[in-house]
């Protein structure tokens, strides 16, 4: 017979909430819960001890929720966070076993079969890894069984037990069947039958169960008893891509670090040129020898397969860290990973001179971006309004997944419509002489010079966003003046709302 | 200097428009038009809502109203508008328009509702007399016309093929479409503020010239005043599903598509006069009046040879001898004559041939109706059968009618079995063809609810805080959203979000929405109707209905007939059958609704008790008030029964007077009875005549009406203002210039101000729900005729309720045990007996007992049903047999065995749900397909196990209200009995034993929120297991409540009895309490402690005893 195995279950009941205060502090005092949207309406997906103290529960309309509490502070569901947070603790979980499997979305399976002893017994491994978990902030429960099912309703309802091998059938009998955690309907089947403990469930004879239930819940059951095995499927990688260099000696030189990472880095494109795809997002990842990680990621504005560019970019990136790596006593495991690879077109070879003057220039952006953060490296992008200041918003360069307007076509014989350059504020001007009620003005004085009208056309009557940006309708002009100046101006108010008193402004000079 | 606006999107363009027609034609009338024109995107829907505030318009100084639609292309053909010259025209546009309604689009095999799909070659077709203007599209303007690009192979239609092409310049295809038109085309220019206005006129004016085509003024108005761009904006961002800050430029940038004075036309378009002057001369070439639309009935019922007069009168006069058989009174004969005189008078008999066809094809069909309305209740009606209420049981109504304006059209709706009215329908559309018979529209407006929904998401507020907001307007039929329910919905009524949607959506509240197909008001047309009325599909498969709602019917006084579905009509038709079939002789003839035994004093004592749980119409909580108040004992009573409850009478405050006169008539015959009276100078019986059959007092809409004219003087044209006002007041707001005439003119004459003032609260109490008297004289022989069954046939009439669900008020919970109270056994649904409608079964007692049927069991399907008795033969031996010979899904047999149906053999819910889960899958694998059916599975032997736990009363009462909605078990407050008794909670019956004035707390489930019309009080019915409580919750204590009456399951009430004389009480509630807790933990009973583990409890299980399965 082989060895039995033991397996601790970790449940982690508050993993959404808990990862939003655990760390940058919460973000508000109020009751925080998580929304989650299904048949388009929101619930309660999610929510920490406190609120769930004030009557909420999971599964509640949103709505419901804010009548009974407030203020409530909620925040919306994010799967991948959460995902990734789990996959953190996985990480951390190393520490006790290598062999640790995710149980998405809050639990971990750690089988520890013949690794007990190391941390002084079972009892203290679950103990020890309670409180550490509970150090960090993470609300967890777990305990300990031959199998897998056993450990995972045992960490549920009775949380911090170790069962001794062979008392999974004794120690799960009295759970509400809803312990088992199987479909619905065979939940349903079973409280219809009056069953409601895992014992009562586990006396019916077990061709009553398999006709009824089907085989796979008996076998479910039996491992819930200890008396089957469950096979753990070992967990996934997270990064689309990865290498990794080892060292026996942890490493500290720069150097060495440095070839490393462009080691990894060739053995990455090699794939990636395989497979027709490049790096949009590296993420390079050191373990210090005391347990420690340290991570630094960069982006590219295109898919990138070019191990000296990678190279570069993690430099520019290392370079500019305001806490310097520091390797303490060294970094045993150097790790790179391609967090977002992106098909990319056949390369061909360009003889576009263009096409190598826009690949430098996306090079160049990606440098900056690396070296002065990505929100230092802007560019415009046109905005779906009718408000002229508006209507060019800047984003970070290295941007790709916006959605935008398109810029406004310019009719081909037509001249402008909106001025190159507009001025940083609207400018006042004075001394404006112009018919009513729409007319455009014949002279002005701007900047202490008076100017002439030559030739104007308009106006152009836009009104402003009644609902958030309260103002006065404007009516634009294109004009010309005597000195050949090309101007952008408006009154500001219709004649009838404010008489002879409008005010006018300059705003744009055309080019 | 004047100017016509001949491009006016209104709201009937649903989501363009942002200003009713009715309003685009005050606006014009104000600012001096010479004409104004309406043109709907693909659409004459508005123009008749147009039509009607021109009327009213002072006939000097109002505009001329052109109809029109502004033609919208699939093919990118720009917009054109285009204007009939005379009747021809317009048909040809009303056709143009149901042509593209009811094309599929491309893929589809059928044509969506709400869509017009156009192309350039339809507009071709239907061209002739068409005056259009072509509207260019603002983005492709300019440029110098280029030599044409179009591609030499082109064959004929070249002009129009080419038109869309790609790589086109703009201008070039603007002449091609002009060209293509030809003769009576202008094209559109308008000075809209772009910033290049007058480059483009001057453009436009180039182009008109080459095209030998006369430039038009138009401002593509979109409102009627600028103030309504904000709104115009709201609507945009809702037809494009984005908030106000994602909307960008498809808002218009500025606020000046409005009407715009003629001055300011002219001086905007100072550079060319002569488009100005377009407009005039555009507008006189039209001839074509909206009032030209007659109706021309079809031809079929009238026999060759005959005409339409003499037919009715033939058929008039063998139908009184088949009413009269022992001779027709003289009175009743003259009354004919007189009103067949009338009709062939006002041209009408065709309109009641037609609807003496449509009932004498359900008689033929054994379809039980009653014709309802102003002409339905005459003596020709009741001689040919579209009515059964007899003449001579209560006064002729008809008289009124044809005392009243004369150009009122009859009405006349005609309630059918609601189960069968299909069938009439069907042969309405074989008879007449479905160009010639199409439905009425009903127009879809925003209520409150639905624009707070909407508004609210423009602004960016999320869709649970619009949910509760709208979850706060009571019914469907609020109007403005106040303050107070903002903050009632948790919501800050100070955010300036909340603010600002709550203020829109009060603005669109009332805006038309959608058409949608009304529930059965046909028009019915001797040729096609689409000459008459753009026609479009419905959302039913082969239905299709007109752009035009009963209220423009009205206004163009084409006549309809509504074929309506009424429930209690089934109802009576099945306990008619069962009463038939298990007749003790067999030889009794069928009953019909005129042969039901009248005056029966057995079934008034009955009414009188308030006994009336099912019975049509009085068995609201307010009606069986009011039953033992009102006394009813002749079939008059119950005309005035049916109308009293109701927003008119109770408004007004005619209650109580009414009740006191009849109170004093009753013990006293003799008593004199006072009628209001003017000053001595007029004649003082003159109201006595109006209001003699009820007593002085005014109940029904019809009296309101008379008194407008005989007390107030109004005459005919401002009493059918009156009467449009009343019935459209809640989106019109015309009533309060009513009001005053109303009031000031009676008080002239020597009324007092009060009695003048109630009465017109009255009629503002009618607003939509008018009861007019001769509706509740044909209502009153449903009522008599469904109490005549409750009371001599309870069995029957139990069952027939249940077989007709869904109708009426109460849930089957309430009717079983209303039935059982009465004495009736009733037996649970069983697989081994029951059938799929509730049936009468003799007990040994030779009783009839009702035997509940597969129907009560939510979810089960009806084909099962039948499979159940067509196998069931001589009896199934046993549940295995049973599974065996009928071969249902298991899903079927799951529902069977969760309603407890195989007590039949032997198993309760619990063994027969276990023994249902062995059953195998219903997929067979293939290799066992052959085999037949799953009861051949041959390795399932006799199986021995253990018994499963015990199944607690409770658990099965509760598991029976979940799956049939009813227990014939006990009742799930007993089980709370101890601990309600141990608070010292009296129990519904209790609370009746109580003295007047009593403190009392009582507790219950809530079988029915009611809230009478505007009525200041709330009623709840409470219900334990020993009876129902009637709680009275008013206004104030409402608010402070309102979570608890919305949404308590199980509600605790403290407050005072009141029981009035006749014996009502009532318990006034001052303090409310949710209970439902309670009921939830009934559920949850013996369930283990579920340690850290959350409740999945959806509120929805605790509303009613819950609809999920999730019983133990």
Same mark, same amino acid.
């Given at each position: 017979?082989?060895?039995?195995?033991?397996?601790?279950?970790?449940?982690?009941?508050?993993?959404?909430?808990?990862?939003?205060?655990?760390?940058?502090?919460?973000?508000?005092?109020?009751?925080?819960?998580?929304?989650?949207?299904?048949?388009?309406?929101?619930?309660?997906? +999610?929510?920490?001890?406190?609120?769930?103290?004030?009557?909420?529960?999971?599964?509640?309309?949103?709505?419901?929720?804010?009548?009974?509490?407030?203020?409530?502070?909620?925040?919306?569901?994010?799967?991948?966070?959460?995902?990734?947070?789990?996959?953190?603790?996985?990480?951390?979980? &190393?520490?006790?076993?290598?062999?640790?499997?995710? #149980?998405?979305?809050?639990?971990?399976?750690?089988?520890?079969?013949?690794?007990?002893?190391?941390?002084?017994?079972?009892?203290?491994?679950?103990?020890?890894?309670?409180?550490?978990?509970?150090?960090?902030?993470?609300?967890?429960?777990?305990?300990? /069984?031959?199998?897998?099912?056993?450990?995972?309703?045992?960490?549920?309802?009775?949380?911090?037990?170790?069962?001794?091998?062979? %008392?999974?059938?004794?120690?799960?009998?009295?759970?509400?069947?809803?312990?088992?955690?199987? &479909?619905?309907?065979?939940?349903?089947?079973? $409280?219809?039958?009056?069953?409601?403990?895992?014992?009562?469930?586990?006396?019916?004879?077990?061709?009553?169960?398999?006709?009824?239930?089907?085989?796979?819940?008996?076998?479910?059951?039996?491992?819930?008893?200890?008396?089957? @095995?469950?096979?753990?499927?070992?967990?996934?990688?997270?990064?689309?891509?990865?290498?990794?260099?080892?060292?026996?000696?942890?490493?500290?030189?720069?150097?060495?670090?440095?070839?490393?990472?462009?080691?990894?880095?060739?053995?990455?494109?090699?794939?990636?040129?395989?497979?027709?795809?490049?790096?949009?997002?590296?993420?390079?990842?050191?373990?210090?020898?005391? %347990?420690?990680?340290?991570?630094?990621?960069?982006?590219?504005?295109?898919?990138?397969?070019?191990?000296?560019?990678?190279?570069?970019?993690? #430099?520019?990136?290392?370079?500019?860290?305001?806490?310097?790596?520091?390797?303490?006593?060294?970094?045993?495991?150097?790790?790179?990973?391609?967090?977002?690879? @992106?098909?990319?077109?056949?390369?061909?070879?360009?003889?576009?001179?263009?096409?190598?003057?826009?690949?430098?220039?996306?090079?160049?952006?990606?440098?900056?971006?690396?070296?002065?953060?990505?929100?230092?490296?802007?560019?415009?992008?046109?905005?779906?309004?009718?408000?002229?200041?508006?209507?060019?918003?800047?984003?970070?360069?290295?941007?790709?997944?916006?959605?935008?307007?398109?810029?406004?076509?310019?009719?081909?014989?037509?001249?402008?419509? =909106?001025?190159?350059?507009?001025?940083?504020?609207?400018?006042?001007?004075?001394?404006?002489?112009?018919?009513?009620?729409?007319?455009?003005?014949?002279?002005?004085?701007?900047?202490?010079?008076?100017?002439?009208?030559?030739?104007?056309?308009?106006?152009?009557?836009?009104?402003?966003?009644?609902?958030?940006?309260?103002?006065?309708?404007?009516?634009?002009?294109?004009?010309?003046? $005597?000195?050949?100046?090309?101007?952008?101006?408006?009154?500001?108010?219709?004649?009838?709302?404010?008489?002879?008193?409008?005010?006018?402004?300059?705003?744009?000079?055309?080019? | 200097?004047?100017?016509?606006?001949?491009?006016?999107?209104?709201?009937?363009?649903?989501?363009?428009?942002?200003?009713?027609?009715?309003?685009?034609?005050?606006?014009?009338?104000?600012?001096?038009?010479?004409?104004?024109?309406?043109?709907?995107?693909?659409?004459?829907?508005?123009?008749?809502?147009?039509?009607?505030?021109?009327?009213?318009?002072?006939?000097?100084?109002?505009?001329?109203?052109?109809?029109?639609?502004?033609?919208?292309?699939?093919?990118?053909?720009?917009?054109?508008?285009?204007?009939?010259?005379?009747?021809?025209?317009?048909?040809?546009?009303?056709?143009?328009?149901?042509?593209?309604?009811?094309?599929?689009?491309?893929?589809?095999?059928? +044509?969506?509702?709400?869509?017009?799909?156009?192309?350039?070659?339809?507009?071709?077709?239907?061209?002739?007399?068409?005056?259009?203007?072509?509207?260019?599209?603002?983005?492709?303007?300019?440029?110098?016309?280029?030599?044409?690009?179009?591609?030499?192979?082109?064959?004929?239609?070249?002009?129009?093929?080419?038109?869309?092409?790609?790589?086109?310049?703009?201008?070039?295809?603007?002449?091609?479409?002009?060209?293509?038109?030809?003769?009576?085309?202008?094209?559109?220019?308008?000075?809209?503020?772009?910033?290049?206005?007058?480059?483009?006129?001057?453009?436009?004016?180039?182009?008109?010239?080459?095209?030998?085509?006369?430039?038009?003024?138009?401002?593509?108005?979109?409102?009627?005043?600028?103030?309504?761009?904000?709104?115009?904006?709201?609507?945009?961002?809702?037809?494009?599903?984005?908030?106000?800050?994602?909307?960008?430029?498809?808002?218009?940038?500025?606020?000046?598509?409005?009407?715009?004075?003629?001055?300011?036309?002219?001086?905007?378009?100072?550079?060319?006069?002569?488009?100005?002057?377009?407009?005039?001369?555009? /507008?006189?070439?039209?001839?074509?009046?909206?009032?030209?639309?007659?109706?021309?009935?079809?031809?079929?019922?009238?026999?060759?040879?005959?005409?339409?007069?003499?037919?009715?009168?033939?058929?008039?006069?063998?139908?009184?001898?088949?009413?009269?058989?022992?001779?027709?009174?003289?009175?009743?004969?003259?009354?004919?004559?007189?009103?067949?005189?009338?009709?062939?008078?006002?041209?009408?008999?065709?309109?009641?041939?037609?609807?003496? &066809?449509?009932?004498?094809?359900?008689?033929?069909?054994?379809?039980?109706?009653?014709?309802?309305?102003?002409?339905? #209740?005459?003596?020709?009606?009741?001689?040919?059968?579209?009515?059964?209420?007899?003449?001579?049981?209560?006064?002729?109504?008809?008289?009124?009618?044809?005392?009243?304006?004369?150009?009122?059209?009859?009405?006349?709706?005609?309630?059918?079995?609601?189960?069968?009215?299909?069938?009439?329908?069907?042969?309405?559309?074989?008879?007449?063809?479905?160009?010639?018979?199409?439905?009425?529209?009903?127009?879809?407006?925003?209520?409150?609810?639905?624009?707070?929904?909407?508004?609210?998401?423009?602004?960016?507020?999320?869709?649970?805080?619009?949910?509760?907001?709208?979850?706060?307007?009571?019914?469907?039929?609020?109007?403005?959203?106040?303050?107070?329910?903002?903050?009632?919905?948790?919501?800050?009524?100070?955010?300036?979000?909340?603010?600002?949607?709550?203020?829109?959506?009060?603005?669109?509240?009332?805006?038309?929405?959608?058409?949608?197909?009304?529930?059965?008001?046909?028009?019915?047309?001797?040729?096609?109707?689409?000459?008459?009325?753009?026609?479009?599909?419905?959302?039913?498969?082969? $239905?299709?209905?007109?752009?035009?709602?009963?209220?423009?019917?009205?206004?163009?006084?084409?006549?309809?007939?509504?074929?309506?579905?009424?429930?209690?009509?089934? !109802?009576?038709?099945?306990?008619?059958?069962?009463?038939?079939?298990?007749?003790?002789?067999?030889?009794?003839?069928?009953?019909?609704?005129?042969?039901?035994?009248?005056?029966?004093?057995?079934?008034?004592?009955?009414?009188?008790?308030?006994?009336?749980?099912?019975?049509?119409?009085?068995?609201?909580?307010?009606?069986?008030?009011?039953?033992?108040?009102?006394?009813?004992?002749?079939?008059?009573?119950?005309?005035?029964?049916?109308?009293?409850?109701?927003?008119?009478?109770?408004?007004?405050?005619?209650?109580?007077?009414?009740?006191?006169?009849?109170?004093?008539?009753?013990?006293?015959?003799?008593?004199?009875?006072?009628?209001?009276?003017?000053?001595?100078?007029?004649?003082?019986?003159?109201?006595? #005549?109006?209001?003699?059959?009820?007593?002085?007092?005014?109940?029904?809409?019809?009296?309101?009406?008379?008194?407008?004219?005989?007390? +107030?003087?109004?005459?005919?044209?401002?009493?059918?203002?009156?009467?449009?006002?009343?019935?459209?007041?809640?989106?019109?707001?015309?009533?309060?210039?009513?009001?005053?005439?109303?009031?000031?003119?009676?008080?002239?004459?020597?009324?007092?101000?009060?009695?003048?003032?109630?009465?017109?609260?009255?009629?503002?109490?009618?607003?939509?729900?008018?009861?007019?008297?001769?509706?509740?004289?044909?209502?009153?022989?449903?009522?008599?005729?469904?109490?005549?069954?409750?009371?001599?046939?309870?069995?029957?009439?139990?069952?027939?309720?249940?077989?007709?669900?869904?109708?009426?008020?109460?849930?089957?919970? @309430?009717?079983?045990?209303?039935?059982?109270?009465?004495?009736?056994?009733?037996?649970?649904? &069983?697989?081994?007996?029951?059938?799929?409608?509730?049936?009468?079964?003799?007990?040994?007692?030779?009783?009839?007992?009702?035997?509940?049927?597969?129907?009560?069991?939510?979810?089960?399907?009806?084909?099962?049903?039948?499979?159940?008795?067509?196998?069931?033969?001589?009896?199934?031996?046993?549940?295995?047999?049973?599974?065996?010979?009928?071969?249902?899904?298991?899903?079927?047999?799951?529902?069977?065995?969760?309603?407890?149906?195989?007590?039949?053999?032997?198993?309760?819910?619990?063994?027969?749900?276990?023994?249902?889960?062995?059953?195998?899958?219903?997929?067979?694998?293939?290799?066992?397909?052959?085999?037949?059916?799953?009861?051949?599975?041959?390795?399932? %032997?006799?199986?021995?196990?253990?018994?499963?736990?015990?199944?607690?009363?409770?658990?099965?009462?509760? /598991?029976?209200?979940?799956?049939?909605?009813?227990?014939?078990?006990?009742?799930?407050?007993?089980?709370?009995?101890?601990?309600?008794?141990?608070?010292?909670?009296?129990?519904?019956?209790?609370?009746?034993?109580?003295?007047?004035?009593? =403190?009392?707390? !009582?507790?219950?489930?809530?079988?029915?929120?009611? =809230?009478?019309? @505007?009525?200041?009080?709330?009623?709840?019915?409470?219900?334990?297991?020993?009876?129902?409580?009637?709680?009275?919750?008013?206004?104030?204590?409402?608010?402070?409540?309102?979570?608890?009456?919305?949404?308590?399951?199980?509600?605790?009430?403290?407050?005072?009895?009141?029981?009035?004389?006749?014996?009502?009480?009532?318990?006034?509630?001052?303090?409310?309490?949710?209970?439902?807790?309670?009921?939830?933990?009934?559920?949850?009973?013996?369930?283990?402690?579920?340690?850290?583990?959350?409740?999945?409890?959806?509120?929805?299980?605790?509303?009613?005893?819950?609809?999920?399965?999730?019983?133990?």
């Amino acid at each position: 017979m082989p060895r039995q195995r033991r397996i601790l279950a970790l449940w982690l009941p508050r993993l959404s909430t808990d990862r939003l205060t655990r760390k940058n502090g919460r973000p508000s005092d109020a009751p925080l819960v998580i929304s989650g949207k299904a048949n388009n309406a929101l619930h309660v997906h +999610a929510l920490e001890a406190r609120a769930e103290r004030l009557g909420l529960y999971p599964g509640q309309p949103l709505a419901n929720a804010r009548a009974m509490v407030q203020p409530l502070t909620v925040v919306p569901h994010d799967a991948r966070a959460d995902a990734a947070l789990l996959e953190a603790i996985a990480d951390w979980c &190393d520490r006790f076993t290598p062999l640790v499997t995710l #149980n998405a979305p809050n639990g971990l399976y750690l089988d520890i079969t013949g690794a007990a002893h190391l941390f002084g017994g079972e009892q203290a491994l679950l103990n020890d890894a309670l409180a550490r978990l509970a150090a960090q902030g993470l609300a967890a429960q777990g305990a300990i /069984a031959g199998t897998s099912w056993a450990a995972r309703a045992l960490a549920r309802w009775r949380n911090g037990l170790v069962v001794p091998a062979g %008392g999974e059938a004794e120690a799960v009998a009295p759970l509400p069947i809803a312990a088992l955690d199987c &479909d619905a309907k065979i939940l349903r089947a079973l $409280r219809h039958a009056g069953l409601k403990t895992v014992g009562q469930v586990a006396q019916r004879l077990g061709s009553e169960l398999t006709e009824r239930l089907g085989g796979a819940f008996v076998r479910r059951l039996r491992v819930m008893e200890g008396q089957a @095995e469950e096979p753990l499927t070992p967990r996934r990688p997270l990064p689309d891509l990865m290498a990794q260099q080892r060292f026996a000696d942890p490493v500290v030189s720069r150097d060495t670090i440095a070839s490393t990472l462009l080691a990894l880095a060739q053995s990455l494109c090699g794939v990636l040129e395989r497979e027709g795809q490049g790096a949009r997002g590296l993420g390079a990842v050191f373990f210090r020898a005391d %347990g420690k990680v340290e991570r630094i990621a960069v982006r590219a504005g295109a898919p990138l397969r070019d191990p000296s560019t990678m190279l570069r970019l993690l #430099n520019q990136k290392l370079d500019a860290l305001a806490d310097p790596l520091d390797p303490g006593f060294g970094f045993d495991l150097i790790r790179l990973e391609v967090l977002l690879a @992106e098909e990319t077109k056949p390369a061909s070879v360009s003889f576009d001179a263009n096409e190598n003057a826009r690949r430098q220039l996306r090079f160049l952006v990606d440098r900056l971006s690396a070296r002065f953060g990505e929100h230092r490296v802007m560019r415009f992008v046109p905005q779906d309004t009718h408000i002229p200041e508006a209507a060019a918003a800047s984003v970070p360069a290295q941007d790709r997944d916006f959605t935008c307007a398109a810029w406004p076509r310019q009719p081909m014989n037509d001249p402008p419509r =909106r001025p190159l350059r507009l001025l940083e504020r609207p400018e006042e001007i004075h001394h404006v002489m112009a018919d009513t009620p729409d007319a455009p003005p014949v002279r002005f004085r701007w900047r202490a010079c008076l100017h002439h009208v030559a030739r104007a056309e308009g106006p152009e009557r836009i009104a402003m966003a009644w609902w958030n940006r309260p103002g006065l309708t404007r009516d634009y002009f294109r004009i010309e003046t $005597r000195d050949g100046l090309r101007l952008w101006l408006y009154r500001d108010g219709l004649y009838r709302e404010t008489g002879l008193a409008a005010r006018w402004y300059m705003q744009g000079i055309f080019a | 200097m004047t100017y016509a606006e001949l491009a006016v999107t209104t709201n009937f363009s649903f989501l363009h428009g942002a200003s009713h027609p009715k309003e685009f034609v005050e606006e014009a009338g104000k600012l001096g038009y010479a004409a104004i024109g309406i043109a709907d995107r693909n659409s004459l829907a508005g123009v008749v809502r147009a039509y009607e505030q021109w009327t009213k318009e002072k006939p000097e100084t109002r505009p001329r109203l052109l109809v029109g639609a502004r033609l919208v292309f699939r093919d990118g053909t720009p917009d054109i508008i285009a204007y009939p010259k005379d009747r021809k025209a317009y048909g040809r546009l009303s056709r143009l328009i149901s042509e593209g309604k009811l094309r599929a689009p491309p893929g589809k095999d059928r +044509a969506t509702k709400g869509e017009c799909l156009l192309d350039f070659a339809d507009l071709l077709k239907y061209r002739h007399g068409l005056l259009l203007i072509v509207i260019p599209p603002p983005s492709q303007l300019g440029s110098a016309p280029q030599a044409p690009r179009c591609d030499t192979r082109s064959r004929g239609e070249e002009a129009v093929g080419c038109i869309g092409s790609p790589g086109e310049m703009p201008g070039s295809r603007l002449t091609k479409i002009l060209a293509a038109l030809g003769r009576d085309t202008w094209l559109a220019a308008s000075m809209l503020y772009t910033g290049e206005d007058r480059r483009r006129l001057r453009d436009l004016m180039r182009l008109a010239r080459q095209a030998r085509v006369p430039l038009i003024a138009v401002n593509d108005a979109l409102y009627h005043k600028a103030a309504r761009r904000q709104l115009q904006d709201v609507v945009t961002c809702i037809r494009e599903h984005v908030t106000l800050k994602e909307a960008g430029t498809r808002l218009q940038a500025n606020a000046e598509r409005h009407l715009k004075s003629p001055a300011e036309m002219a001086r905007l378009f100072r550079a060319c006069p002569e488009a100005v002057a377009e407009t005039l001369r555009l /507008a006189g070439r039209i001839r074509f009046h909206l009032a030209e639309l007659g109706q021309r009935y079809p031809r079929e019922p009238v026999p060759r040879g005959k005409t339409a007069d003499q037919h009715l009168r033939d058929l008039t006069e063998a139908g009184l001898k088949w009413r009269y058989p022992r001779g027709v009174p003289p009175k009743i004969a003259a009354i004919a004559e007189r009103e067949l005189a009338f009709i062939a008078d006002r041209r009408i008999a065709h309109y009641f041939l037609t609807v003496h &066809d449509i009932v004498a094809f359900a008689r033929s069909r054994h379809i039980l109706c009653q014709g309802r309305g102003s002409a339905a #209740n005459s003596v020709v009606c009741f001689a040919i059968g579209v009515t059964s209420v007899d003449p001579t049981d209560i006064d002729v109504l008809f008289d009124r009618f044809l005392n009243t304006n004369r150009r009122e059209p009859p009405d006349i709706d005609v309630d059918f079995e609601h189960e069968r009215r299909e069938e009439v329908i069907q042969y309405i559309y074989r008879r007449y063809g479905k160009r010639r018979a199409a439905l009425t529209a009903t127009v879809i407006r925003y209520r409150s609810r639905s624009a707070i929904r909407e508004v609210g998401k423009v602004f960016g507020l999320t869709e649970d805080i619009t949910g509760k907001l709208a979850d706060t307007v009571w019914g469907h039929h609020g109007d403005t959203l106040e303050e107070h329910q903002i903050r009632q919905g948790d919501a800050d009524p100070a955010n300036r979000a909340i603010a600002r949607a709550r203020h829109f959506a009060n603005e669109l509240t009332g805006f038309p929405r959608h058409l949608s197909q009304h529930v059965g008001g046909f028009v019915l047309a001797r040729y096609k109707l689409d000459w008459t009325v753009p026609i479009g599909p419905a959302a039913m498969d082969d $239905r299709w209905f007109i752009e035009w709602d009963k209220d423009d019917l009205d206004t163009l006084a084409i006549m309809k007939v509504d074929v309506l579905a009424l429930g209690m009509l089934t !109802c009576i038709r099945k306990a008619f059958d069962l009463i038939h079939a298990h007749a003790k002789s067999g030889k009794e003839p069928r009953l019909l609704l005129a042969t039901v035994p009248r005056q029966d004093p057995a079934v008034y004592d009955m009414l009188c008790k308030g006994d009336a749980i099912g019975v049509f119409q009085v068995e609201s909580r307010a009606q069986m008030n009011m039953l033992p108040r009102l006394q009813p004992r002749t079939m008059y009573d119950l005309t005035v029964e049916v109308a009293i409850v109701r927003p008119g009478p109770i408004q007004g405050g005619m209650v109580h007077p009414y009740l006191k006169r009849r109170k004093a008539r009753r013990e006293n015959p003799d008593c004199v009875i006072e009628y209001p009276r003017p000053g001595p100078e007029y004649p003082q019986d003159e109201l006595e #005549n109006v209001l003699g059959k009820t007593l002085g007092v005014p109940l029904f809409q019809e009296q309101a009406m008379r008194m407008a004219m005989v007390a +107030a003087k109004f005459t005919p044209e401002e009493a059918n203002g009156l009467r449009r006002a009343m019935a459209t007041f809640r989106h019109a707001g015309t009533i309060h210039t009513f009001e005053r005439m109303f009031v000031d003119r009676m008080v002239a004459r020597g009324y007092q101000e009060k009695f003048a003032q109630d009465c017109f609260n009255q009629i503002k109490g009618f607003g939509e729900y008018g009861f007019p008297e001769s509706h509740a004289a044909s209502f009153a022989l449903l009522v008599y005729v469904s109490a005549w069954i409750k009371k001599h046939h309870p069995a029957a009439f139990c069952a027939a309720l249940l077989n007709s669900q869904p109708m009426g008020f109460y849930a089957p919970a @309430e009717i079983v045990r209303c039935a059982r109270g009465h004495g009736v056994t009733v037996l649970a649904p &069983d697989a081994a007996f029951s059938d799929w409608d509730n049936k009468l079964e003799r007990t040994a007692g030779g009783a009839l007992a009702v035997r509940l049927g597969f129907r009560q069991i939510d979810g089960f399907r009806e084909d099962d049903g039948h499979t159940i008795m067509h196998e069931r033969g001589y009896g199934y031996r046993s549940f295995a047999d049973f599974a065996r010979r009928t071969g249902l899904s298991r899903r079927a047999l799951v529902l069977l065995a969760e309603a407890d149906g195989y007590r039949g053999f032997g198993l309760d819910r619990r063994e027969g749900l276990w023994a249902v889960r062995r059953l195998p899958d219903d997929d067979p694998l293939p290799l066992f397909a052959h085999e037949g059916n799953r009861g051949a599975a041959p390795e399932q %032997g006799q199986e021995h196990i253990a018994p499963l736990p015990r199944m607690a009363l409770s658990d099965h009462v509760l /598991a029976d209200y979940q799956t049939t909605r009813l227990s014939l078990k006990g009742y799930p407050t007993q089980f709370l009995r101890p601990r309600l008794e141990r608070e010292g909670i009296t129990s519904c019956a209790g609370v009746g034993q109580l003295r007047d004035g009593a =403190r009392v707390r !009582c507790a219950g489930i809530v079988l029915v929120r009611q =809230r009478p019309g @505007e009525g200041t009080a709330i009623f709840i019915t409470l219900s334990d297991e020993t009876g129902v409580c009637n709680v009275v919750v008013w206004e104030r204590t409402f608010e402070l409540f309102r979570k608890e009456v919305m949404g308590a399951r199980l509600l605790l009430a403290e407050g005072r009895v009141q029981k009035s004389p006749e014996g009502i009480v009532h318990l006034m509630a001052e303090k409310l309490i949710d209970r439902s807790g309670d009921l939830r933990s009934l559920m949850d009973c013996g369930e283990p402690s579920r340690a850290h583990h959350p409740r999945h409890a959806h509120p929805r299980d605790v509303k009613v005893l819950p609809p999920s399965r999730d019983f133990h």
